[in-house]
């Protein structure tokens, strides 16, 4: 099923909006801005899915309506990854997260991780509505079929 068209607020619709690799590009690579930043989840992508990751979520404004987002927001599934094979910089959140911004361009963290002092998961978490308080869409992809 395709990626959902977006509501008035510009979000996606409540849910998690399976895709692959390549809906996501025609999506939300509208533009070579928008581009860049796919580029560098692209290359966190297919780190995680060398660890045995299968799964990641996209959140933050790459999947608005925004026409320049300030990056990506992701959380990543965690069962089956080998530790050993995963790059340390998923697991560096100093100085909020600066090493994944500039490395890829947006910040990653564990679905199942605590996001805020009421115990929701980060996968709970980016389906609220920072604004309203409502739940929004997300995107899930596959990291069995990257590019």
Request: glycine residues 12%; aromatic residues 10%.
């Amino acid at each position: 099923m395709p990626i959902p068209g977006f509501q008035p607020d510009g979000l996606l619709p409540p849910g998690v909006h399976v895709a692959t690799w390549n809906e996501i590009v025609v999506r939300f690579g509208v533009s070579p801005y928008r581009q860049g930043i796919l580029g560098g989840l692209l290359d966190a992508a297919r780190l995680l899915a060398k660890a045995k990751c299968t799964r990641l979520y996209l959140d933050g404004s790459l999947v608005t309506d925004k026409a320049f987002p300030g990056d990506f927001d992701a959380c990543w599934d965690a069962n089956g990854v080998d530790v050993v094979l995963l790059d340390p910089v998923f697991l560096d959140f100093s100085n909020r997260r600066a090493a994944q911004k500039a490395r890829f361009r947006g910040e990653l963290f564990i679905s199942s991780a605590t996001a805020d002092t009421t115990g929701t998961t980060f996968l709970s978490f980016f389906q609220i509505d920072k604004n309203a308080g409502g739940p929004k869409g997300i995107v899930a992809l596959d990291l069995g079929g990257l590019p």
